[in-house]
């Protein structure tokens, strides 16, 4: 039987112990059927025939592959395994699976700490996701290059501008030659009569540049593929979303609507699932989980300058690396970065595509954001001048909040 599996680090409350929190906890991810008889004896209810089938056939299962103790007790490295068909039959295996694997065990009072490490997928669910349906080739054929280090800008103010001023900025960025220009977070789809004329204004500025703008369509799940569709029937050449706002489930009916353009997720609010006091989701896992939604291009962070680049690096390797079922890399987007720290981020991430998202700096510096910008896409293709360095001193000398 092939199964998907997740492992966690756990931490057992102590009135329960590790191996019966764990059979509580593969109870709840499987058929949900069980009580607890005292304060530590778990007791599975015998159920009928029909019950029994059913934890036969689709039960959970956990395996511990390390443990020990500590001054806070007990502590395991564990394994769960569900069977494919649980998050096959929902429709929507995004929402199984975080329903199955980051539902319960999050809450249950038999745990007191958990943290989703990893998951490894079945083949007919991997296929199931897809995962981005663009992704790092489908942005290289769009872009007419494949330079795998590519630069974007978030333009600013996050809010108040006119069509017409936005428009203006986003023709004036590909004239510098910059990859990718997004909206903000801030920038939600529009309820205004507005948001066909952005795209449209913004669409004729760029001409025939190798420049894309992402549109943010971030809006309620009623209305965001009808959104989207709007989107590139008015010529918008990448959409953007919120996800973890829209939520992943949301992501995936959007990746599998096909729209025909990328779709880059923004991490807001993401951080929340992050294991705060060994409680959450990694980042790698939840960056994962973005490229199987169907992500093609997502924030990881920056490796300079951060408390854990490590981890800032296994996020950009689970973008990157191959999956059985998911056909195309999802492009890591390297968020605060600016015209010194682009080696630094590469040798720290190593090779694969790469999108060195612009700090909030680049508008700030004397000689203007054409000029800043200009700098900045020539550093991220590696044409390093005087100005660049001029450049990269100034910005040094910020201290970079974001």
């Not at 304060?39 to 059913?54: E, H, N, V």
């Not at 936005?166 to 909206?183: E, N, Q, S, T, Y």
């Not at 959104?227 to 990448?238: I, K, L, Q």
Request: hydrophobic share 45%.
């Amino acid at each position: 039987m092939n199964s998907v599996v997740t492992r966690y680090w756990v931490r057992p409350h102590p009135d329960y112990g590790l191996r019966t929190a764990l059979e509580l906890v593969a109870e709840e991810a499987g058929v949900g059927i069980c009580s607890l008889a005292g304060a530590t004896t778990l007791r599975i209810l015998p159920g009928s025939d029909r019950i029994r089938s059913y934890r036969d056939r689709v039960g959970a299962s956990f395996e511990v592959i390390d443990q020990g103790t500590d001054d806070d007790g007990e502590w395991a490295i564990v394994d769960l395994a569900v069977p494919e068909e649980t998050l096959l039959r929902a429709g929507n295996a995004m929402a199984a699976w975080l329903t199955v694997f980051a539902g319960d065990i999050f809450g249950l009072r038999c745990i007191r700490r958990a943290t989703a490490l990893g998951t490894t997928l079945a083949p007919a669910v991997a296929e199931s996701l897809g995962g981005p349906r663009c992704g790092w080739p489908g942005l290289a054929r769009l872009l007419g290059h494949d330079r795998q280090d590519l630069s974007g800008v978030i333009l600013k103010p996050n809010l108040g501008m006119s069509p017409e001023e936005i428009a203006d900025l986003v023709g004036r960025l590909a004239d510098c030659g910059i990859d990718f220009v997004k909206d903000d977070e801030l920038n939600m789809c529009p309820v205004d009569g507005e948001f066909e004329k952005r795209i449209r204004l913004a669409q004729e500025a760029i001409g025939d540049r190798p420049t894309l703008y992402a549109v943010n369509i971030t809006s309620p799940v009623t209305s965001i593929v009808d959104n989207a569709h709007r989107a590139v029937d008015a010529g918008a050449s990448a959409v953007m979303v919120n996800g973890f706002i829209a939520g992943l489930p949301v992501l995936h009916e959007l990746a599998r609507a096909d729209i025909g353009v990328p779709i880059h997720v923004h991490r807001a609010m993401g951080d929340l699932f992050l294991p705060r006091s060994e409680h959450g989701i990694t980042l790698p896992l939840l960056s994962l989980l973005a490229r199987l939604a169907g992500a093609d291009l997502y924030h990881i962070g920056t490796p300079v300058g951060a408390s854990a680049p490590e981890e800032i690096r296994e996020a950009f390797q689970a973008l990157v690396t191959p999956i059985g079922g998911i056909p195309h890399p999802t492009v890591p987007i390297s968020t605060r970065a600016s015209v010194s720290s682009r080696l630094r981020t590469r040798d720290a991430l190593g090779d694969g595509p790469l999108m060195h998202m612009a700090c909030g700096a680049i508008w700030l510096p004397p000689v203007g954001i054409t000029s800043a910008a200009t700098a900045f896409a020539r550093a991220v293709r590696g044409q390093w001048g005087i100005e660049e360095s001029l450049l990269a001193d100034w910005t040094e000398k910020r201290v970079m909040t974001r």
